[in-house]
C-alpha cells in the first residue's frame, strides 16, 4: 500500500519560513505535489513536479515557495519562504501518476494523499 506521512507546519508570523516534508512509502510515482485547502473553498494545486522532471507553481506562490525530492529518501519538501496570511490552509502532499496531477482547478485527482498539516500565518 501507498503511504505518505507529512511533518512541518505550525505557526508563523507574515514574512517567515516554514518547511514541510512528506515521506512516501513505497517510492513509486513520478508525479508528486502540494495542495492545500481552506474551509469553504476548493483545493488548490500549490506545486507538481512534471512528467519531463521540471516543477510547476501556482502563481499565487511561484517565487516563494521551493519544491525539492530527495528520491533516496523518498521525501518530497516544500519550502515557504515570504510566508503571507492568505497561505494559511491545511497542506496535503500527493502522488500519483502524472496523468492525475495538475495545478489547475482543485488541482487534478491524485489517488495517494498524506493527512495533512496545518500552516497558519499571522499578520
Known amino acids: 500500500q501507498v503511504q505518505l506521512m507529512q511533518s512541518g507546519g505550525g505557526s508563523v508570523q507574515a514574512g517567515g519560513s516554514l518547511t514541510l516534508s512528506c515521506k512516501t512509502s513505497p517510492y513509486r510515482y513520478r508525479c508528486v505535489g502540494w495542495f492545500r485547502q481552506v474551509p469553504g473553498k476548493d483545493r488548490e494545486g500549490v506545486a507538481v513536479?512534471?512528467?519531463?522532471?521540471?516543477?510547476r507553481y501556482a502563481d499565487s506562490v511561484k517565487g516563494r515557495f521551493i519544491v525539492s525530492q530527495d528520491n533516496i529518501k523518498a521525501t518530497l519538501s516544500l519550502q515557504m519562504n515570504s510566508l503571507k496570511p492568505e497561505d494559511t490552509a491545511t497542506y496535503y502532499c500527493?502522488?500519483?501518476?502524472?496523468?492525475?496531477?495538475?495545478?489547475?482547478?482543485?488541482?487534478?485527482?491524485?489517488?495517494?494523499w498524506g493527512q495533512g498539516t496545518q500552516v497558519t500565518v499571522s499578520s
Open positions: 500527493a502522488a500519483d501518476i502524472c496523468d492525475r496531477m495538475d495545478l489547475t482547478g482543485s488541482g487534478g485527482d491524485p489517488r495517494y
Open positions: 513536479t512534471t512528467r519531463d522532471g521540471g516543477k
